[in-house]
């Protein structure tokens, strides 16, 4: 099984939780100051930690506030990792950097978490289907983040967890799993609230009782105006690698409608370019366009047959839409791809070595 994550895994659902659901159970607990938040299945920890950083941006001043925030998962492996709050570009993948220059900071062995990030979190074992709860830590919870958890199970599994994790919800909390993971389910205590960013649950006493509640939503954090060096410098008509080197510096400054003209300007110099396919790949799935995404890493594969980058970016979106085989698939020709290059060699958009992302994926 793998434990494939990253941090702020799915833009849309993370701005639904900084700009809606954070602010509004804020301002629901403004009197008992106590929030308790689940990262069930998280992994090696990075949907906890940015559970923990979101929290941080919406409520910079903590004091006063007991803020409970859970990351459990059944490998304690990947627990061990969490714990220790290193992580390798692996984890990044399209982060802003001034965000994880603001929460991390690099040395020899990777980039290191905030201490104070790291101390907001506790990590457990927890087997979601083994376990019975509400029970302990596992109860009262305002925020439940289950994704990419419930694809491995069968439907009557799924249906027993769901209404386990409901029943572990306070009355007004959210749920919130990866978009189609309930669809088709029949899960007995919850109710679905459709947002244009994805989908949450609530139990569905929360839906009778609903009253309007005063949302204070937090401002965006400031996003310095794209300025790409490459374009200034140019005298002579930029050529497609300085397009796409553009492109990602607008892509990395959160510039993503002007990041993908780049790199639709970059495809027109170099049609049979893999790269910016890529990147176009990448910023679809930001906008919640996982078709287009899928479509666009076909194409980055079918012009560059050893991008690992593409193989494993399209497996995690076979597997998010069910396709296990093939996403199994797309990770063994990953690994081999990996396997047959010399352990030093880099490999660049991870900013790691073939050796180490064998390491890992094995
Ligand atoms: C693909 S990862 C998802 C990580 C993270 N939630 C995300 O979406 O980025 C799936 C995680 O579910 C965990 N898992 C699988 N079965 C589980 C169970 N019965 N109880 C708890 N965790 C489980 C795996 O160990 C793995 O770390």
Not at 132 to 151: E, H, S, T
Not at 285 to 308: C, M, W
Not at 326 to 339: C, F, H, K, M, S
Request: aromatic residues 8%.
């Amino acid at each position: 099984m793998s434990g494939e994550t990253y941090f702020f895994r799915d833009h849309g659902q993370m701005d639904l939780l900084r700009l809606r659901l954070l602010p509004e159970l804020l301002e629901r607990r403004r009197d008992t100051k106590t929030l308790r938040l689940w990262s069930a299945g998280c992994a090696s920890g990075e949907e906890a930690y940015s559970l923990a950083m979101l929290t941080d941006m919406v409520l910079p001043e903590h004091e006063g506030w007991n803020v409970f925030i859970l990351g459990t998962d059944i490998d304690t492996s990947a627990l061990a990792k969490a714990r220790q709050g290193v992580y390798h570009k692996w984890s990044f993948r399209l982060v802003p950097p001034s965000l994880q220059q603001r929460y991390f900071r690099s040395n020899a062995h990777g980039w290191v978490l905030d201490e104070r990030i790291r101390r907001m979190v506790t990590f457990d074992a927890v087997n979601l289907v083994g376990e019975k709860f509400p029970a302990g830590d596992l109860r009262d919870m305002d925020l439940i983040l289950c994704r990419n958890v419930f694809i491995y199970f069968d439907a009557d599994s799924v249906a027993a967890m769901a209404n386990k994790l409901g029943a572990a919800l306070r009355e007004d909390g959210y749920l919130m799993t990866g978009h189609t993971e309930l669809i088709g389910h029949h899960i007995r205590n919850l109710h679905a609230r459709l947002f244009p960013e994805g989908v949450v649950y609530q139990r569905e006493e929360a839906v009778r009782a609903a009253a309007p509640v005063d949302i204070r939503i937090a401002p965006p954090p400031a996003v310095a105006q794209p300025v790409p060096q490459t374009h200034q410098a140019a005298v002579a008509a930029p050529s497609a690698d300085d397009l796409l080197a553009a492109a990602r510096e607008f892509a990395d400054r959160g510039a993503y409608d002007r990041a993908e003209q780049s790199c639709r300007q970059a495809l027109g110099l170099s049609p049979l370019a893999a790269d910016p396919y890529f990147l176009l790949a990448q910023l679809a799935q930001i906008r919640g366009d996982f078709d287009s995404a899928r479509e666009l890493l076909e194409k980055t594969l079918y012009l560059d047959p050893h991008n690992v980058a593409g193989y494993l970016e399209l497996s995690s979106l076979c597997e998010r839409a069910d396709n296990l085989p093939r996403a199994q698939t797309l990770r063994r020709a990953a690994l081999g791809i990996l396997r047959a290059l010399p352990g030093d060699a880099v490999v660049e958009q991870y900013e790691t070595t073939a050796a180490e992302m064998v390491q890992w994926m094995t």
